[in-house]
C-alpha cells in the first residue's frame, strides 16, 4: 500500500516552545490530509482537514492558532504547536488520501508522541 | 452526524481459534464505506478490510472477513485462526459517499489480546 512518513517520531520539548510535525506522502499525491489527535486508550479525534494550497477546516473545539496547519504541496503537510503546554502532550497521527479508483483510502503515519515539559 | 459504536472495550481469543467484533453504526446516507483498522502496540495505523455499503457481498482478506448488515446498520469483523500478532486495538470506521469528502469517523476501539 501507499506510503505516509510522519515525523519525527518523538519529541520532547519545554514548555512555550513551538513544535512542527511533517507528513509526507512517498509515493503518491495526497488530495487531501488529515491531523489526529489521540490519547491513550482512546480513539483517535480528528483536528482538522487539510487540502493542498488551501486553509486547513479544523474541527470544532480546536484552536487554529494554537495548531497551524499548512499544505504546501500535494505531498507534504505540516502540524505545529505553537507555543506548547504539558496539556499538548499527546500522540499525533497524519493520514493520506489517495484517490486509487476512486476508492479515496486513508494511509496514516506512524505518529508522533509529544511530550511537553 | 454519523457515529459508530464499538460496545467491546475489550476482547480476548486463543491462539488458532476465531472471534467477532463487533460494530454499529448510524447514518441517513445510502452511499458510504466501512472500514477496520488494527492499531498495534506500534501505534501504526494498519487497514485491514473496507466494505462499500452498495455490494451485498461480505468483504474478506485472508483470514479477515467481515459480516455487513446494511438494515441493521451492523459491520461486525470476523478473525479466523487467531495469531499472536492480531493482538492489537481495533477500530471500526465510516466514510461517507464520495460526494461526501474523505473524513472517517472511528468507534471507540476495541483491545484484542490473543491468548497463547
Known amino acids: 500500500g501507499a506510503v505516509v512518513s510522519q515525523h519525527p517520531s518523538r519529541v520532547i520539548c519545554k514548555s512555550g516552545t513551538s513544535v512542527k510535525i511533517e507528513c509526507r506522502s512517498l509515493?503518491?499525491?495526497?488530495?487531501?490530509m488529515f491531523w489526529y489527535r489521540q490519547f491513550p486508550k482512546q480513539s483517535l479525534m480528528l483536528m482538522a482537514t487539510?487540502?493542498?494550497?488551501?486553509?486547513?477546516?479544523?474541527e470544532q473545539g480546536v484552536e487554529k492558532d494554537k495548531f497551524l496547519i499548512n499544505h504546501a504541496s500535494l505531498t507534504l503537510s505540516t502540524l505545529t504547536v505553537t507555543s506548547a503546554h504539558p496539556e499538548d502532550s499527546s500522540f499525533y497521527i497524519c493520514?493520506?488520501?489517495?484517490?486509487?479508483?476512486?476508492?479515496?483510502?486513508?494511509?496514516f503515519g506512524a505518529g508522533t508522541r509529544l511530550s511537553v515539559l | 452526524a454519523q457515529t459508530v459504536t464499538q460496545s467491546q472495550p475489550e476482547m480476548s481469543v486463543q491462539e488458532a481459534e476465531t472471534v467477532t467484533l463487533s460494530c454499529t453504526y448510524d447514518t441517513s446516507e445510502s452511499d458510504y464505506y466501512l472500514f477496520w483498522y488494527k492499531q498495534p502496540p506500534s501505534r501504526q495505523m494498519i487497514l485491514v478490510i473496507r466494505?462499500?455499503?452498495?455490494?451485498?457481498q461480505n468483504a474478506t482478506e485472508n483470514r479477515f472477513s467481515v459480516n455487513f448488515q446494511k438494515a441493521a446498520k451492523s459491520f461486525s469483523l470476523k478473525i479466523s485462526d487467531s495469531q499472536l500478532g492480531d493482538a492489537a486495538m481495533y477500530f471500526c470506521a465510516y466514510r461517507g459517499g464520495l460526494t461526501s469528502g474523505s473524513r472517517l469517523t472511528f468507534g471507540e476501539g476495541t483491545q484484542l489480546t490473543v491468548n497463547p
Open positions: 493520514s493520506a488520501t489517495v484517490s486509487l479508483l476512486a476508492k479515496n483510502i486513508q494511509y
Open positions: 466494505q462499500e455499503a452498495y455490494k451485498q
Open positions: 487539510s487540502n493542498e494550497g488551501s486553509k486547513a477546516t479544523y
Open positions: 509515493d503518491f499525491q495526497a488530495t487531501t
